[in-house]
């Protein structure tokens, strides 16, 4: 055991973070080492992002040659290796999008604690989500219903819909989950620590 130098809390020294507080205690979390600055850079990883990023203005500029119906407004000639080309990037990218943001959340766990990574979250999907997500559900829908493009039919009712920030509902989805294991994991780790002490585990 050993008592966090924060709150004085006594934790197993296999705890990575304090249970009673949540701040780290010098301890690595998925092999990743501490680095000597809170501003160090993984720029592979940052150039990585930056060229699916740009890999989505191929998919959006692949969709008018594409035989998708009415989902999107498209010319009357299809190409199949446009299609090949879409389908092979969409497969991986937004998924690679989220295995970075699990690794970037990763580490601001690592480095801070997950107070910071809460409050990371907070800032950076839920009030971007709670600002621009009634912007696109009140403007997409007027869009294509009065605009150039014409009509586009949709699956789903057109009322509350992300549309384009559809990924922000998913990522606010997995932070939820990630917060409600981390609950259970910490009382996991208590109820344990209260049976150590009376001899029932």
């Given at each position: ?50 060229f699916a990023m740009v890999l989505g203005i191929v998919l959006h500029a692949a ?54 990574w809460y409050q990371n979250r907070f800032l950076r999907i839920f009030l971007v ?73």
């Amino acid at each position: 055991m050993k008592n966090c130098i924060y709150c004085g809390f006594e934790n197993a020294k296999i705890n990575n973070f304090c249970i009673e507080c949540g701040q780290k205690n010098d301890f690595q979390i998925l092999g990743i080492e501490e680095t000597p600055s809170l501003n160090h850079r993984f720029n592979g990883l940052d150039a990585l992002r930056g060229f699916a990023m740009v890999l989505g203005i191929v998919l959006h500029a692949a969709l008018p040659y594409m035989n998708i119906g009415e989902l999107w407004p498209s010319d009357s000639s299809s190409s199949d290796v446009i299609m090949v080309i879409f389908e092979f990037i969409h497969i991986w990218r937004m998924p690679l999008f989220f295995i970075l943001a699990g690794f970037f959340a990763n580490l601001v766990v690592s480095k801070k604690s997950w107070e910071s990574w809460y409050q990371n979250r907070f800032l950076r999907i839920f009030l971007v989500a709670i600002i621009f997500i009634p912007v696109m559900s009140l403007t997409i829908p007027w869009i294509f219903a009065f605009g150039k493009t014409g009509g586009i039919l949709f699956f789903y009712s057109n009322e509350g819909q992300p549309h384009h920030l559809w990924f922000l509902w998913h990522l606010i989805i997995i932070a939820i989950f990630v917060a409600i294991l981390r609950s259970i994991y910490v009382q996991f780790l208590r109820l344990r620590k209260i049976l150590n002490r009376i001899g029932l585990s």
